[in-house]
C-alpha cells in the first residue's frame, strides 16, 4: 500500500503543518542527514515506467488507497454528522416521551423512519459501519503521513549555505564588521538561546558555521494526538451504546438492586407495537435514606408543577468493594458510581407527609390535660415525659371512614390528612391510634360511634397539627454508561492538543556565520508573521547585543 495523499478529512486542515514543503535546490554539500552523508539526487519517474500491481494485491491497494483519502474521509464525516442529526431531531426510543411521540406520528412516517432505523439510529448498523470506517481512515492517514513528520525529529537538516539560507521564505544578511567567525557564533547561539530558541551548532570544512535554530517541533506531531483524541471519543461512543437505561423507585427504607427497563416494541411489517418490561440487576444495593421535596407553594400539593426541587438520599451498599457510599440526587445533580448514573426522573403521585407534628393531651381520667408538641419524622419515634414512645406508621393525606368503621384513602389529595401511630407505654402496652387534624377530630368527637371507637380507647389524645409535605416515592432514572469515562479522556485530549497545534508552531532557522556575516534563512508551520518578528529580533540581538527585545 503506498498512498502518497492526505487521508482523513481532519487531517486534510491538520497535516498541512505535517507535510514537509518543497525546499528549493540544494547544494550537493548541503544535501546531508544529521550523520553529515551526501544524499543521492532522486530520479524523475514517469507515472507510465511505474510498476501496476494486478490481481488480489492491486485490489487490496485500491481498497486500502480508498479507505484513506480525503474524499472518502469527507464523505463518512458528513454521513456521521447527518446521522446525528437525525437522532436529535427524531426522539429516539429510549426516551420516556417517545410513546406520546411515536403516537402523533403519521403512518408514513412510523413505515419510514422505523424501516430506516431512525428511532434508534445510535443502535443501528450502519451507525457503527461508520464509525469503524472513519476510525479505519483515521488510523491509515496517520500510518501514510507519520514518517514524513517524523523525520522533522529524526532526520534534522544541521548544515546549510548562504545560499540555501537565502532561499528560505524568511531571509536576510546581516553584516557585522570586525567579528570573526567565533565571535559571530557565539552571539548567535546566545541571541537564539535568548529568544528561546534550541540551538545546534554544525562546523564545515569551508570555513563556516551553521547555527541551526529550532522550536515548537513537537507541533509535527499534533495532528496526531488529535487522531487518538478523536477514536478515544469514538471508543467511548461504541461503549456508551452498549449501555442501557432503567428506572428505579426510591422509598425511605426500603432497598432495591433491581431496575425496571421499558422497552418500546415497534413490529416494522404491521405497525403494531407494544410496551414490555425487563428487570435488571444491579452489582450493588440502593437503600433509600430520605425523600424530600421543596414546593414553590406550600399550600399546594407536591406534584412537579409545584415543586421546584425534589432531593433524594441513597446509600450505595457495595458487596464487591464492602464498601457504603452516602449520595445526594437532586434536580440538575446526578450522581456517578461505578458507570452508572442516577438522575431524577418523578415522582409518585401519592402524596405522604416526610415528619408530622402533634400536639398530645392525657386521655386518662382524673389527670390533668396536660397538652405537649412534638415532631416524628417518616418511620422514627418520639417520646413522651411519661417514657411512652410514639412511632410514626403511615400518612393518609385524604381519610374517610367505611360504612363498617374502618379508615380507607379517599384520594391522594391532601384532604383531611391523618398518621397512624403506634404508642408502647412503659408497662409494655401497645396500640394502634390516628392523629387527625383539628376539623376532623371534631366530627369524629360529635359522632359516639367514632368516637368510641378511634378515640376512647388510648390514653392519649394525638391532634395532628401540621406535616411536611412529601411524596410517597420518587422515581430514580439508572443509566449505565460504561463509555463516559472514556469520552471525557477523548474530549479532553481533544481540546488541549487542538489548542496547543493551533496556537503554536514548529520554527526553524539556519544562520551560517562566515567572518563578518550571517546568513540568515528559515520559515514556520503557522503563525508566519510571529515567526518573522522572533527572528528579526534575534537578528537585531546579533548586530548589537544590547538591543532590546
Not at 412510523?110 to 432505523?117: D, H, I
Not at 564545515?204 to 496526531?224: C, I, K, M, Q, S
Not at 398530645?360 to 415525659?385: F, H, W, Y
Amino acid at each position: 500500500m503506498a498512498s502518497t495523499q492526505p487521508s482523513s478529512a481532519l487531517s486534510d486542515v491538520t497535516q498541512s503543518s505535517q507535510i514537509p514543503p518543497a525546499a528549493p535546490p540544494l547544494e550537493a554539500s548541503n544535501a546531508s542527514d544529521e550523520a553529515g552523508v551526501s544524499l543521492p539526487a532522486q530520479e524523475t519517474v514517469s507515472p507510465a515506467s511505474q510498476p501496476k500491481t494486478s490481481g488480489v494485491n492491486g485490489a487490496i491497494d485500491q481498497f486500502l488507497n480508498l479507505l484513506s483519502s480525503v474524499p472518502f474521509g469527507i464523505v463518512l464525516l458528513v454521513l456521521l454528522i447527518i446521522a446525528c442529526m437525525i437522532g436529535m431531531l427524531i426522539q429516539q426510543i429510549e426516551l420516556e416521551t417517545f410513546p406520546a411521540y411515536y403516537a402523533e406520528l403519521t403512518p408514513a412516517e412510523k413505515q419510514v423512519y422505523g424501516t430506516l432505523g431512525f428511532f434508534d439510529i445510535y443502535h443501528v448498523w450502519y451507525f457503527n459501519l461508520l464509525l469503524l470506517l472513519l476510525s479505519l481512515n483515521i488510523i491509515l492517514a496517520s500510518i501514510d503521513h507519520f514518517p514524513s513528520s517524523w523525520s522533522y525529529i529524526s532526520r534534522k537538516k544541521l548544515t546549510a549555505s548562504p545560499r540555501f539560507a537565502l532561499a528560505q521564505k524568511f531571509k536576510e544578511q546581516v553584516d557585522v564588521p570586525h567579528t570573526n567567525r567565533q565571535q559571530l557564533t557565539d552571539r548567535v547561539v546566545a541571541a537564539a538561546r535568548k529568544m528561546g530558541f534550541k540551538v545546534r551548532v554544525s562546523t564545515t570544512e569551508d570555513a563556516r558555521t551553521t547555527v541551526f535554530a529550532e522550536r515548537g517541533v513537537w507541533n509535527r506531531l499534533g495532528a496526531y494526538v488529535v487522531h487518538i483524541g478523536l477514536l478515544t471519543i469514538f471508543f467511548g461512543g461504541f461503549m456508551t451504546s452498549r449501555g442501557f437505561t432503567g428506572m428505579m423507585p426510591v422509598v425511605p427504607d426500603q432497598t432495591s438492586d433491581q431496575m425496571m427497563k421499558q422497552t418500546f416494541n415497534i413490529d416494522e411489517a404491521s405497525g403494531q407495537h407494544n410496551i414490555s418490561a425487563q428487570r435488571l440487576q444491579l452489582p450493588f444495593k440502593v437503600v433509600g435514606v430520605d425523600i424530600q421535596q421543596k414546593p414553590i407553594k406550600k399550600e399546594g400539593g407536591v406534584d412537579a408543577s409545584n415543586t421546584l426541587d425534589w432531593l433524594t438520599r441513597i446509600r450505595i451498599d457495595d458487596p464487591e468493594t464492602g464498601k457504603k457510599t452516602d449520595a445526594l440526587v437532586h434536580m440538575n445533580h446526578p450522581f456517578d458510581y461505578r458507570g452508572y448514573r442516577f438522575f431524577q426522573a418523578s415522582l409518585s403521585p401519592e402524596n405522604s407527609a416526610r415528619e408530622i407534628k402533634l400536639r398530645v393531651s392525657s386521655n386518662k381520667p382524673g389527670t390533668e390535660p396536660a397538652t405537649q408538641e412534638i415532631t416524628i419524622k417518616r418511620n422514627g419515634d418520639a417520646k413522651l415525659p411519661d417514657g411512652t414512645r410514639v412511632k410514626y406508621v403511615q400518612f393518609n393525606p385524604g381519610a374517610q371512614f367505611t360504612q363498617d368503621g374502618k379508615i380507607d384513602f379517599a384520594t391522594p389529595e391532601y384532604v383531611n390528612p391523618a398518621a397512624q401511630l403506634l404508642y408502647i407505654t412503659p408497662d409494655g402496652t401497645q396500640g394502634n391510634a390516628w392523629a387527625f387534624n383539628e376539623a376532623f377530630l371534631g366530627q369524629i368527637s360529635s359522632a359516639p360511634f367514632l368516637k368510641q371507637k378511634f378515640l376512647d380507647p388510648h390514653p392519649y389524645f394525638f391532634v395532628l397539627t401540621d406535616f411536611e409535605k412529601v411524596s410517597a416515592a420518587h422515581y430514580l432514572s439508572v443509566q449505565y454508561d460504561p463509555g463516559v469515562k472514556i469520552v471525557y479522556v477523548g474530549f479532553t485530549i481533544l481540546c488541549l492538543t487542538l489548542l496547543l497545534v493551533f496556537f503554536f508552531s514548529h520554527q526553524r532557522l539556519w544562520i551560517v556565520v562566515e567572518d563578518g556575516t550571517v546568513y540568515a534563512g528559515g520559515d514556520a508551520n503557522r503563525n508566519r508573521l510571529g515567526f518573522e518578528d522572533r527572528a528579526r529580533k534575534l537578528l537585531a540581538l546579533v548586530r548589537e547585543p544590547s538591543a532590546t527585545t
